[in-house]
């Protein structure tokens, strides 16, 4: 497969204490979510990068390259236009690196969906948000359209998919599930 994917590593995890929520344990392997997503993009057959900030994660060794925002200051959008430019011409995914329950079977769902579609992204309903960050994106297509909204100042996620013309990829709910806090990682737990 002719792809990169992203781990978005990026976020400040405020929420969480300030501890990077990608060094947390996954539930089923006990290794840190950003090795695990790691793994899960090379065996998809997808070149794994981080994006964002990605120096808390130097401990792990996990030898990949790190996609910076660009521009910088722009929040998640700066990471994503930072990922379509690297990708080049290839497709691009990007991974949230704090969805503990993302398998490699959703990741082929998501690489096969809506084959020719500029962005297929997880929404778990017609009327729900777009998951931005558990999508396929055409680079070549998305980046351009990127691009013009942060020169126009805008910052919103979903109104690039809602510009792009995403698909939506229908997942279990679970799927999707991020951990942005430490109740969240404790409802798991007790599951």
Not at 137 to 149: F, G, T
Request: net charge neutral.
């Amino acid at each position: 497969m002719s792809a990169v994917l992203g781990v978005f590593v990026g976020g400040r995890s405020t929420r969480m204490g300030g501890h990077p929520k990608g060094l947390l344990a996954a539930p089923d392997t006990g290794e840190a979510l950003v090795v695990r997503a790691v793994r899960l993009a090379r065996e998809l057959g997808a070149t794994p990068v981080l994006v964002g900030d990605a120096r808390a994660y130097d401990v792990l060794g996990c030898d990949v390259a790190v996609v910076c925002d660009d521009p910088p200051d722009v929040g998640p959008l700066g990471g994503l236009c930072g990922l379509l430019g690297f990708a080049g011409d290839r497709a691009a995914f990007a991974l949230a690196c704090d969805m503990p329950f993302v398998t490699l079977d959703h990741l082929r769902a998501l690489a096969v969906a809506h084959p020719g579609a500029p962005c297929v992204a997880a929404r778990r309903s017609n009327d729900a948000p777009w998951e931005p960050f558990f999508a396929r994106y055409d680079a070549p297509r998305v980046l351009p359209a990127v691009r013009a909204m942060i020169a126009a100042g805008e910052r919103s996620l979903q109104r690039v998919m809602a510009r792009v013309g995403a698909r939506a990829l229908s997942l279990d709910a679970r799927a999707t599930d991020d951990w942005d806090t430490p109740d969240d990682v404790s409802r798991c737990r007790t599951l």
